[in-house]
């Protein structure tokens, strides 16, 4: 019906493998619409998530990123200014008591100097000349593109002094 196939669009739909040993069902998944969904971030001392303790920060460090989220597959760049060399980079879904929970390590330590005039063909790739660019992508739950639709993610980079971070935001 017309009705279905809104809801299909907007990924409000599932589906259920069921077996005769499984009768319940076996495997349930969410469908989800293949057309990418851009996000970004800005990341400062001051963006880090609303529910956890700030951590020891300066003005000097910064950076952004860009994601496009296709189905469930998250794909981006995190860009980096170079005065200062970052040891954890992830993606954390805050909770309302005291810590926030990991939801995705990003892990690639080998970026590129963003060279002048950014790079040719991608001007949607954040970041300034001068600064570093980490392409980094991952596999996301249910739940997490879920939240990550709603808002509800923070890019966090810390730093043997601190950290900075940014809640994740459609563009």
């Known amino acids: 019906s017309s009705n279905q196939a809104v809801q299909l669009s907007c990924g409000q739909l ?7 040993r499984f009768r319940q069902g076996e495997l ?3 469908i989800w619409p293949d057309t990418p969904i851009q996000f970004t ?3 400062t001392g001051r963006g880090e998530s609303p529910h956890k303790p700030r951590a020891k920060h300066d003005e000097t460090t910064y950076g ?8 469930a597959n998250l794909d981006g760049n995190v860009a980096l200014n170079t005065d200062f060399e970052w040891n954890a980079m992830g993606i954390y879904a805050p909770h309302n008591d005291v810590r926030e929970m990991l939801a995705v390590p990003l892990t690639n330590v080998v ?3 963003i060279p002048a005039g ?3 063909g991608h001007p949607d790739w954040p970041g300034s000349p001068g600064q570093v660019l980490y392409p ?3 596999a996301l ?3 997490q593109v879920v939240a990550l639709k709603n808002g509800q993610l923070f890019l966090q980079v810390r730093f043997r002094n601190g950290s900075i971070g940014g809640q994740i935001v459609p563009e």
């Open 14 to 20: 599932y589906i259920n493998l069921k077996s005769a």
């Open 28 to 30: 349930l998944g969410q």
């Open 41 to 43: 971030a800005t990341l």
């Open 64 to 71: 952004e990123a860009a994601f496009t989220l296709t189905g």
């Open 111 to 113: 970026g590129v100097i």
């Open 118 to 120: 950014g790079f040719p």
């Open 136 to 138: 980094e992508s991952a």
């Open 141 to 143: 739950t249910d739940r």
